[in-house]
């Protein structure tokens, strides 16, 4: 139930100072079928994402990879103008994911990653302030 008004709640600042702090931890999660993230670009070569550049993303799937709910039959799509989904080879990164598919109001796209997705959190990555910030890293 809200204690403040939906518009109050549904803001950036709003939501954290008035939403419970999370109880549910990854022993208590399903299995996760499909991630659909969003993307600055996505290459139609081999599903190579580009996101906003904090690695959030990337992260939040390591940790459910880690996790176990999280695998290689897990469907990862984005949903992209047609302007986002480029020819060219994108650069990737050792802890980048690929998506399986990418929709645009014109096509969907089934990519085909050629390389595997990270087991996991690659911890040489890790900047101190994620470290400081994401209880489950620690």
Known sequence: ?????????????????????????????????MIVCGSVAISRRNGVWVGKGTGYSDL?????TEAGLVTRDTAIATTV??????????????HDFSVDYAITPEEVVA???DQARPSGIVRGN????????????R
């Open 1 to 33: 139930m809200l204690t403040v008004p939906f518009e109050t709640a549904a803001t950036s600042k709003g939501a954290p100072e008035i939403a419970p702090p999370p109880t549910v931890g990854p022993d208590e999660m399903r299995p996760v079928d």
């Open 126 to 137: 890790l900047r101190p302030d994620q470290l400081d910030n994401i209880p489950a890293l």
């Open 60 to 64: 939040e799937i390591a940790l459910l």
């Open 81 to 94: 103008h047609q302007s986002q989904l480029l020819d060219e080879e994108l650069p990737d990164a050792d």
């Open 111 to 113: 990519c085909a990653p």
